[in-house]
């Protein structure tokens, strides 16, 4: 069965310290990658998203994600993040070949530290 | 744009009483879903509805969960009756039809407690 996993539940990091948050998924075939975020009390927002072209995609507030075919993974990225970015992050995948059901990961919960 | 309203954002209930959520997708998105999100767990998909047929129902518990869409608008899900393991977040979300590839528009969701 189609699959998406996050490696990490919890990270805690110092403002200005470098995140990298592991996803990879299971499919195979053509796959189209999101990560989305949730801050606290609000609801799931798309924070930048790969279907083909360029493997480094660039989201909003500085993320960036690296999609590595032979991985089977989409890496979120931040050089320096900012108390502002706590909150739940929640990589996603779909693919054609299961209908273009989207298929969640179970979320890492950041918290930065001011 | 207002974008995917949800009601209520709370419900608490008692077990074996039913309870409804109701969505409303923005305004020209066809393509509607309700997701549930246990608690430290991704959301899952339980229906997907394209204009007001459901076209993949699989992983909606069908004894005691329904949905409807009836003008392809608005939907609701409903839950009866309720059981303590269906304290969760129901979300809704939309897509333009076709475009469910650029990702979806999520509501607020409905945070369920069932006691």
């Known amino acids: 069965a189609q699959s998406v996993s996050q490696h990490n539940h919890h990270v805690i990091l110092s403002e200005a310290a470098s995140l990298e948050l592991g996803c990879n998924y299971s499919?195979?075939?053509?796959?189209?990658l999101f990560w989305y975020v949730q801050y606290p009390g609000q609801h799931l927002q798309l924070l930048l998203k790969?279907?083909?072209?360029?493997?480094l995609v660039k989201g909003i507030k500085g993320f960036e994600a690296e999609f590595i075919k032979s991985k089977f993974s989409f890496n979120l990225r931040k050089p320096s993040v900012q108390w502002s970015d706590t909150a739940e992050y929640f990589c996603?995948?779909?693919?054609?070949?299961?209908?273009?059901?989207?298929?969640f990961g179970a979320g890492t919960i950041l918290r930065v530290k001011s | 744009e207002a974008g995917v309203v949800q009601s209520p954002r709370y419900k608490i209930i008692e077990k074996k009483q039913p309870v409804a959520f109701w969505c409303n997708p923005i305004?020209?998105?066809?393509?509607l879903y309700w997701y549930r999100q246990n608690l430290g767990q991704g959301p899952e998909l339980l229906i997907r509805?394209?204009?007001?047929?459901?076209?993949?129902d699989s992983q909606l518990p069908k004894d005691r969960f329904s949905a409807e869409r009836l003008k392809g608008v608005d939907s609701t899900l409903k839950i009866q009756p309720a059981e303590l393991g269906d304290s969760a977040v129901y979300l809704c979300?939309?897509?333009?039809?076709?475009?469910?590839?650029?990702?979806?528009?999520f509501g607020s969701g409905t945070r369920l407690t069932v006691v």
């Open positions: 979300a939309s897509s333009l039809p076709g475009s469910a590839n650029y990702g979806y528009t």
């Open positions: 499919y195979g075939g053509t796959v189209n």
């Open positions: 790969y279907f083909s072209g360029d493997p």
């Open positions: 996603a995948v779909n693919a054609r070949k299961y209908g273009n059901k989207l298929v």
């Open positions: 305004s020209g998105h066809n393509t």
């Open positions: 509805y394209e204009n007001e047929e459901a076209v993949d």
